[in-house]
T-cell receptor, first 114, second 116 residues
């Protein structure tokens, strides 16, 4: 069975500090991977997606970047956090073939920027 | 451009009753996929049910079913015999088949409260 794990579970960071959030998929080779952001009480906004190692496409910038260093790993980062980066970050995967877009989400990472 | 609208911000029902959550969508694509997801209080998001646009039969999974009205671009979620643990935020989502980034677009969500 496939599993998806995100880290850290929660972070409290200062404005201007760097950030790195991670996501690992087990049990699925070559998944499509996605980062979503959710403001408190809000909808899910897609940030990035990746269909293969080393290839990441941006959907919405928000002064964030993403990388896929390994087939099973997706990283979200920034060198300088803004207050507006606060929220809930979700990593998700979908099948790479016969892809309906059905997503499977990780547990999420809650970010508070002060 | 694709758009997904959930107008019901919150719904409150009594346990063991049936509830319907509305969702309308906009797309120029003739082929698309529609989804409902559930987000619990912990933040966990779980896939519930999917409707493929070319299928005329409404999808059903457990006590979840869909009311797919293609001419109205509507995909309602019906939960029968609601339970306290159905309390959550429910998101409708759509992905156009030709969408290159393969990810669905989500609606604003409907918060369901099930009370004893």
């Amino acid at each position: 069975a496939q599993t998806i794990h995100q880290w850290p579970v929660a972070e409290i960071k200062a404005v201007g500090s760097p950030l790195s959030l991670g996501c690992t998929i087990k049990g699925k080779s070559s998944p499509n991977l996605y980062w979503y952001w959710q403001a408190t009480g809000g909808t899910l906004q897609q940030l990035f997606y990746s269909i293969t190692v080393g290839q990441v496409e941006s959907v919405v910038q928000l002064n964030l970047s993403a990388s896929r260093p390994k087939d099973d790993q997706f990283i979200l980062s920034t060198e300088k956090l803004l207050l507006s980066h606060s929220g809930f970050y979700l990593c998700a995967w979908s099948k790479d073939w016969g892809n309906t877009g059905q997503l499977y989400f990780g547990e999420g990472s809650k970010l508070t920027v002060l | 451009a694709q758009k997904v609208t959930q107008t019901q911000t919150s719904i409150s029902v009594v346990e063991k009753t049936t509830v319907t959550m509305d969702c309308v969508y906009e797309t120029r694509d003739s082929s698309y996929f529609l989804f409902w997801y559930k987000q619990t209080a912990s933040g966990e998001i779980v896939f519930l049910i999917r409707q493929d646009s070319y299928k005329k039969e409404n999808a059903t999974v457990g006590h979840y079913s869909l009311n797919f009205q293609k001419p109205k671009s509507s995909i309602g979620l019906i939960i029968t015999a609601t339970q306290i643990e159905d309390s959550a935020v429910y998101f409708c989502a759509m992905r156009e088949a030709r969408n290159n980034n393969n990810a669905p677009r989500f609606g604003a969500g409907t918060k369901l409260s099930v009370k004893p």
